[in-house]
């Protein structure tokens, strides 16, 4: 089968390949616009717009559009999550897949995250912008320790070292702190205050944004998950980001080439687990509360299954990722009209990831990609 | 009691904690040494052998899961305790050159990465499996009859019995592979393999044949500390991953492929453990009484930090990374 330009780049991160691809693929009308639409669609201005349509239509479709919303039964809770998720697993492909890091370790970034947050609003500040940057701040120097102690050694060492180091802090907030996390209880007392003083998070938005958007605080969300897609396109699109694929494809010719790759390694790593702070943070302020499993290992392989599911490298693959594995977690298990398949639920996702790591390592946003290239070629071999 | 007796009763406890990891860690290192192969499905085998040794050895009731729906909530064959120190590891023996054969097999040639995602994923689905069939409440694990209570030791005083044969059977064990890896010619195969498998090939040895032997041998590990774990921990589908992940910190601070290195931390992991469980702080002038059993579970992660931090190719690894 002939491999087309767009089954060999991931396409968002290739600005003016193209051009020069599109343009010599023939000047019929129909590939002079695909090659335009092309064009168009890797600007990072595109992406964003993008990203915004999709995150504005989003809880209409799953909550209250006709027919939809019926077949998903979805509710305005389940969006948050599946954004502030999306947020997570977007920052954690930062690490797996553009630089080729498989970290089992970002529970500990996304509870302390979580963790941080939550701790504040019970005790210091209410404002959730306040709240949010400490958190984030906090997670950040977390980051930079775990991501030294774990890159001591290259390889599958990274895996076992990142996991061990989670569970470290997981057992740490789990008895010898829980005079600060509330061990097995979890972290109660959590007070989000009003947005800049005045909007409370949990009310509706005004007129059509309220249709299209529900509440408040998923506006809030919606803004931090566009934030971070602007920004980790703008890493992917700078030399840095190219440093990473360098690595991603080849540590050895990177090293030689005369990067430091150990230091661009904790660079990606503390970059991943910034964004996970973010979400953990967020995650706080759409439960107000944090259970100590959110430093537990298994967040971290959710969100390992979440971005291998979707798809990694993408930036889209992981926010689908982490929306399936929250509907199936959340509505198939819950019973009628799922409950033939409900208390299966974690061994069919468990069957499904399997599957995608043997006969589909690109994820579900790869087999849609793959088919869209397919039927482009069909279309242009008439 | 007087300190020496303390003493010696927090390296008896900590000898028996490291057994286990050491069980688990000698499969792990020798499969990762050998077949350069990430198994984090190690701690499903050890659920495995958990599982059937409750099966063969005494009968028990399952109050959930979908056995117990369909009217097989009483299961067991009774055999007693011994016949499951005997069948557990040939099961789990021949689960492991399954595993070989059709899951690491095929995975060989492609990235860590890949091989990691796909025994996590394993891990998760024979997890959720015996979450589906036994359901995911706890069971117990009797201990054997002539093996429970406690014995009289000198200056320990009373001490479990059934702990005692734990030490005692992985002493043992331990003894049987290093013999078998330093001492025989299978041995010797493996350890070339190791050092460089082209090379043996291309001396004209089928170096599959002991990659599965090797490979059976560390899940048959894994699953008799199952067997003998058992009575000391509960029985769930989740408990695979809280061995499996000290299980690796004995690998990584005792060096990898190296089975006296996999001994060295256990016994080091064990011993920090039940250290921190026994004592504590105080100070009377002060006032100061403080326990750090909470702080037991952390210890061994921050011994790991440090051994890590001074040693990065652990205790008795070589300098020689795998790529």
């Known amino acids: ?382 | 009691m007087s300190l020496l007796a303390e003493a010696a009763r927090i390296l008896l406890n900590g000898l028996q904690t490291g057994a286990i990891y050491v069980l688990l860690a000698i499969g792990l290192s020798i499969i990762l040494g050998t077949l350069k192969f990430v198994n984090f499905a190690h701690g499903a085998l050890y659920v495995v052998g958990l599982y059937v040794g409750l099966l063969v050895s005494q009968e028990t009731t399952f109050s959930q899961g979908q056995l117990a729906e369909f009217g097989f909530g009483t299961l067991g064959l009774d055999l007693g305790f011994l016949a499951a120190l005997i069948i557990v590891p040939i099961v789990v023996f021949v689960l492991g050159i399954a595993m070989e054969r059709f899951v690491a097999r095929p995975f060989y040639d492609r990235p860590d990465t890949d091989q990691i995602l796909l025994t996590f994923g394993l891990a998760i689905v024979a997890q959720q499996a015996f979450r589906v069939l036994f359901g995911g409440n706890s069971q117990s694990f009797s201990q054997p009859e002539w093996a429970s209570g406690a014995v009289e030791l000198p200056l320990v005083g009373g001490f479990p019995q059934w702990r005692l044969w734990v030490i005692a059977i992985t002493g043992l064990l331990v003894v049987l592979v290093y013999a078998l890896i330093e001492f025989t010619d299978f041995g010797l195969t493996v350890r070339a393999g190791t050092q460089d498998a082209e090379m043996v090939q291309l001396l004209g040895i089928r170096i599959t044949r002991p990659y599965i032997v090797v490979f059976g041998i560390g899940a048959a590990l894994a699953g008799v500390a199952g067997v003998v774990g058992g009575p000391l921990t509960v029985v769930n589908p989740t408990v695979g991953t809280d061995v499996l992940v000290p299980a690796f910190l004995t690998v990584v601070i005792g060096g990898l492929g190296s089975i006296r290195g996999a001994v060295l931390g256990g016994l080091i992991l064990g011993i920090t453990q039940s250290f921190l469980i026994q004592w504590s702080l105080v100070i009377p002038a002060l006032g100061i009484d403080y326990g750090f059993a909470p702080w037991s579970q952390v210890g061994i992660y921050a011994i790991a930090a440090v051994i890590l931090l001074v040693r990065p190719q652990g205790l008795l690894g070589s300098e020689v990374e795998i790529s």
């Open chain 1, 1 to 382: 089968m002939h491999v087309s330009d767009e089954g060999a780049n991931p396409t968002e991160t290739e600005p003016d390949r193209g051009e020069t691809v599109g343009g010599s693929t023939g000047t019929t009308p129909l590939s002079d616009v695909r090659a335009r639409w092309k064009r168009v669609r890797e600007r990072e201005s595109t992406i964003i717009g993008l990203t915004i349509v999709g995150v504005a239509l989003f809880p209409y479709l799953l909550v209250r559009a006709p027919v939809i919303s019926e077949l998903l039964r979805g509710y305005q809770e389940l969006a948050s999550l599946i954004l502030v998720w999306g947020i997570f697993a977007i920052g954690f492909d930062l690490l797996l897949g553009r630089t080729g890091l498989l970290s089992f370790g970002h529970a500990a970034l996304w509870g302390t995250g979580a963790y941080a947050a939550g701790w504040l609003s019970a005790n210091v500040v209410q404002s959730p912008l306040v709240i949010v940057g400490v958190a984030v701040l906090f997670t950040v120097v977390l980051s930079v320790v775990l991501g030294v102690l774990s890159l001591r050694r290259g390889g599958i060492y990274f895996a076992i070292l990142t996991l061990a180091f989670a569970q470290m802090i997981y057992f740490m907030a789990s008895a010898p702190l829980s005079f600060i996390t509330g061990g097995d209880n979890g972290l109660t007392g959590v007070d989000i205050g009003p947005l800049l003083g005045s909007v409370e998070l949990g009310s509706e938005l005004p007129s059509i944004a309220g249709t299209l958007l529900g509440t408040w605080r998923y506006a809030f969300i919606a803004v931090a998950l566009v934030a971070s897609v602007a920004v980790i396109l703008r890493i992917l699109n700078s030399p840095y980001g190219v440093v990473f694929r360098a690595i991603h494809g080849n540590e050895r010719r990177a090293e030689f080439v005369g990067f430091d790759v150990r230091r661009y390694k904790l660079a990606a790593f503390v970059l991943s687990g910034t964004f996970a702070g973010l979400a953990g943070a967020l995650f706080t302020v759409q439960g107000e509360y944090v259970p100590l499993a959110s430093l537990y290992w298994t967040t971290s392989g959710e969100v390992v299954i979440m971005t291998v599911l979707g798809g990694v490298g993408t930036l889209i693959g992981p926010v689908i990722g982490a929306g399936i594995y929250l509907w199936v977690e959340n509505v198939v298990s819950g019973g009628y009209p799922f409950d033939w398949i409900g208390p299966y639920w974690h061994l069919v996702l468990g069957l499904v990831f399997v599957i995608v790591v043997v006969l589909f390592p690109q994820g579900i946003w790869g087999i849609v990609e793959d088919g869209r290239s397919w039927i482009t070629e069909r279309l242009e071999e008439r």
